[in-house]
């Protein structure tokens, strides 16, 4: 059996035997559904200099290169699918021997919430919504924005422009985002519930598609690590998060998808 083959079928175990999961997701999640990551080769941060345009001192120095971006990038995610992955991920909500999931996903895509995800925190925005800097008005996009160099920048009722409503860096994200997770852990970390977790294996966190670059991974895997829950990292590389894993899947991340096969036999065709 070869080691990926090996590691899917713990994984599928560990999976069948947890009572509450938490999936921790980044970029290479959306990876087969054509959208690019941001430090691969050909990622969306070779192309362009984070400080111009993923920045508020970038925003500030020049709008229509920031909206040039994300325009694209949105204009890129309109054909694009949910893939296996985020549809496993919808699936292992909806699985009733579960007492708890949640989805924390780094990605500004809508792909989790095509594929029916619900339990689902978004740490770094939305891609598909607007935020007016002058009065604030937060608004849902069907489409992508009109090119900006053609139709000038985006502008708000109110007058005032609009900007893309993701995080960058620089920006504080909202400590309410951090809610959910908390109590996940919570409800995962009582003197009893530790020893179940680390006899039973009750609770998993997967790292997936992530470098856990930005937050370390928002001390996701730390916390983790603290009531012994079961870690694992479903990635095609090693990274940053690798040695806090108990199990790694070097596998594209629709590998979940197989994972499940017994609980939702049709996601990973
Ligand atoms: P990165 O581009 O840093 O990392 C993507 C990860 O996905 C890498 O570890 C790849 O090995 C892995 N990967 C690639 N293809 C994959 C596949 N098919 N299946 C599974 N994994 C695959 O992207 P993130 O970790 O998401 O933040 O980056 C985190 C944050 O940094 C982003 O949210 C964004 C970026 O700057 C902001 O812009 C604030």
């Known amino acids: ?45 070779e192309g362009h200099a984070v400080e111009d345009v993923a920045t508020p001192e970038g925003f500030a120095a020049d709008p229509l290169l920031v909206w040039r971006f994300y325009a694209a990038r949105q204009r890129a995610l309109l054909p694009a699918e949910p893939n296996p992955a985020h549809r496993a991920l919808a699936a292992i909500e909806h699985e009733s021997h579960l007492d708890d999931f949640l989805l924390v996903s780094q990605n500004v895509d809508d792909l989790h919430e095509r594929a029916g995800s619900r339990r689902l925190v978004k740490l770094h925005g939305n891609l598909m919504e607007t935020r007016c800097t002058g009065c604030g008005r937060l608004e849902r996009l069907t489409t992508a924005v009109p090119d900006p160099d053609r139709h000038g920048l985006p502008q708000c009722h109110c007058g005032a422009m609009l900007r893309p409503n993701v995080v960058w860096f620089g920006e504080w994200l909202d400590p309410l985002v951090f809610q959910p997770i908390l109590r996940f852990f919570e409800s995962a ?37 603290s009531i012994h829950a079961r870690i694992v990292e479903i990635n095609p590389s090693e990274t940053y998060l690798t040695p806090h894993s108990h199990l790694a899947v070097r596998a594209p991340a629709s590998i979940l998808a197989r994972a499940i096969e017994s609980w939702a036999p049709r996601i990973s065709t």
């Not at 713990?10 to 999961?21: C, F, G, H, P, V």
């Not at 020893?195 to 998993?204: F, H, I, K, S, V």
């Open 189 to 225: 970390s009582g003197p009893s519930q530790r020893r179940r977790n680390q006899d039973r294996g009750e609770t998993l966190v997967l790292l997936m598609g992530t470098s856990g670059l930005v937050g370390g991974g928002y001390n996701i895997p730390d916390i983790a690590r």
């Open 1 to 45: 059996m070869d080691e990926t083959t090996a590691s899917t079928e713990t994984l599928r175990e560990w999976l069948n035997a947890a009572k509450r999961i938490l999936a921790f997701c980044g970029a290479g999640v959306s990876a087969e559904s054509g959208l690019p990551t941001f430090r691969d080769a050909g990622g969306l941060w």
